[in-house]
């Protein structure tokens, strides 16, 4: 897994590229916006400054990580690559599209992932030409404090193709749990699109404040982030777009997002990457992470939702 491709430069393509760099594989970052792999570079370059202030990284490694990304707005650029990692649009027929083009373009022996928390890989690889080469390689935002990575085996998933898969993410430092069946959203995403779903109802009914919630659940259950907060930053309208996707697949009435996280949606006011979520981060604040595992930047502040 020396070479590896990474399509789609937003935070979760940058945040893998970032971590399989360190691991010591050069990486090709590719995103038909030019302007998003600036922005993705510029991104990766300050995490890996930070991880150097804070002594996590050496500058050395940290700057032979970097030189290890190339990028390009050509998908042909994937050819030589050991394994493609998807991580565009969390739409089925976006990344079908990818998925076929991937094939043509790619080695018979290529690994094909996807980065997607939802959407069924069996679903996706309908599209490739071997859909025995195709795995699910769900990683955590963000990516480079995450340790997880959730493998998820479609219908034809090859064991070769899911060990190859565990390889690349645990070079990567993850730790992978294996799902058997990828119904959608898998076991994690399942997981937190129920709570979240149960906790946006909670607040929206009036029950509960969304503070007085996600520290019922950290104190309470041990969590080092509540549910709410979560949401926030993972991104209201990404929580909504996998709750709706197991809805569509299941019907089951628990997924189906409540009118809050829809009307939130619409709104912008999708979390921090907005400024303004179930918290306010304030204008300044609303991308900002600091580097910790349930690191909330500045203290968010309460707002009415």
Request: net charge negative; hydrophobic share 45%; charged share 20%.
């Given at each position: 897994?020396?070479?590896?491709?990474?399509?789609?430069?937003?935070?979760?393509?940058?945040?893998?590229?970032?971590?399989?760099?360190?691991?010591?594989?050069?990486?090709?970052?590719?995103?038909?916006?030019?302007?998003?792999?600036?922005?993705?570079?510029?991104?990766?370059?300050?995490?890996?400054?930070?991880?150097?202030?804070?002594?996590?990284?050496?500058?050395?490694?940290?700057?032979?990580?970097?030189?290890?990304?190339?990028?390009?707005?050509?998908?042909?650029?994937?050819?030589?690559?050991?394994?493609?990692?998807?991580?565009?649009?969390?739409?089925?027929?976006?990344?079908?599209?990818?998925?076929?083009?991937?094939?043509?373009?790619?080695?018979?022996?290529?690994?094909?992932?996807?980065?997607?928390?939802?959407?069924?890989?069996?679903?996706?690889?309908?599209?490739?030409?071997?859909?025995?080469?195709?795995?699910?390689?769900?990683?955590?935002?963000?990516?480079?404090?995450?340790?997880?990575?959730?493998?998820?085996?479609?219908?034809?998933?090859?064991?070769?193709?899911?060990?190859?898969?565990?390889?690349?993410?645990?070079?990567?430092?993850?730790?992978?749990?294996?799902?058997?069946?990828?119904?959608?959203?898998?076991?994690?995403?399942?997981?937190?699109?129920?709570?979240?779903?149960?906790?946006a109802r909670l607040v929206e009914d009036g029950v509960i404040s969304a503070e007085d919630l996600d520290t019922a659940c950290?104190?309470?259950?041990?969590?080092?982030?509540?549910?709410?907060?979560?949401?926030?930053?993972?991104?209201i309208d990404v929580i909504t777009h996998a709750t709706e996707n197991i809805y569509e697949d299941t019907a089951d009435p628990?997924?189906?997002?409540?009118a809050l996280l829809r009307r939130m949606v619409a709104s912008g006011a999708i979390g921090r990457k907005s400024g303004k979520?179930?918290?306010?981060?304030?204008?300044?604040?609303?991308?900002?992470?600091?580097?910790?595992?349930?690191?909330?930047?500045?203290?968010?502040?309460?707002?009415?939702?």
């Amino acid at each position: 897994m020396t070479q590896v491709a990474v399509i789609g430069s937003g935070l979760m393509g940058s945040g893998i590229a970032q971590v399989t760099s360190l691991g010591g594989a050069d990486v090709t970052l590719i995103d038909t916006d030019a302007g998003a792999l600036e922005r993705a570079q510029a991104a990766i370059g300050h995490s890996l400054e930070r991880f150097v202030a804070k002594g996590k990284v050496g500058a050395e490694e940290a700057e032979a990580a970097r030189a290890r990304i190339a990028v390009s707005t050509d998908l042909e650029a994937a050819g030589g690559a050991a394994i493609a990692v998807e991580a565009v649009f969390e739409r089925l027929a976006v990344k079908q599209e990818v998925f076929r083009k991937l094939s043509a373009i790619c080695s018979p022996e290529t690994v094909l992932a996807t980065n997607t928390s939802a959407i069924p890989i069996t679903e996706i690889a309908a599209a490739a030409t071997r859909p025995e080469r195709v795995v699910g390689t769900h990683f955590f935002s963000p990516v480079p404090m995450m340790a997880l990575c959730e493998l998820v085996r479609g219908l034809h998933t090859s064991d070769e193709a899911l060990e190859r898969a565990r390889a690349f993410a645990e070079a990567a430092g993850k730790t992978c749990v294996v799902v058997n069946r990828d119904v959608a959203g898998f076991a994690t995403t399942r997981l937190i699109c129920a709570f979240v779903n149960e906790a946006a109802r909670l607040v929206e009914d009036g029950v509960i404040s969304a503070e007085d919630l996600d520290t019922a659940c950290k104190l309470g259950f041990g969590h080092p982030m509540g549910p709410l907060a979560t949401a926030d930053l993972t991104g209201i309208d990404v929580i909504t777009h996998a709750t709706e996707n197991i809805y569509e697949d299941t019907a089951d009435p628990k997924f189906f997002p409540p009118a809050l996280l829809r009307r939130m949606v619409a709104s912008g006011a999708i979390g921090r990457k907005s400024g303004k979520g179930f918290y306010d981060y304030g204008l300044s604040t609303g991308c900002g992470r600091r580097e910790s595992g349930a690191g909330l930047g500045p203290a968010p502040r309460s707002v009415a939702v």
